[in-house]
């Protein structure tokens, strides 16, 4: 298939299960992925500061079901 079209691969992966679809999906999503030590390092750090706020009781947490009401009554 080294001169397949997008249609024909496309209809190609539709022939597959779902799950083979979703596998596929991840993967294709992670090689967009391009890996930037530096900008890694700074979401670890976010991570980090964040997970510790929240054990210190520094900010208050909302449960998802009452984010998600409040944006559908907007």
């Keep these: 298939m080294t001169n397949a079209t997008y249609d024909e691969i496309f209809g190609a992966v539709l022939t597959l299960p779902p799950l083979y679809r979703a596998m596929l999906a991840?993967?294709?999503l992670n090689s967009l992925d391009e890996i930037n030590p530096e900008?890694?390092?700074a979401w670890n750090r976010e991570i980090s500061n964040r997970i510790e706020a929240i054990?210190?009781?520094k900010v208050t947490l909302i449960p998802a079901d009452q984010?998600?009401?409040q944006l559908r009554n907007r």
């Design 39 to 41: 900008i890694e390092t």
């Design 67 to 69: 984010v998600l009401q």
């Design 55 to 57: 054990d210190q009781g």
């Design 26 to 28: 991840g993967h294709l």
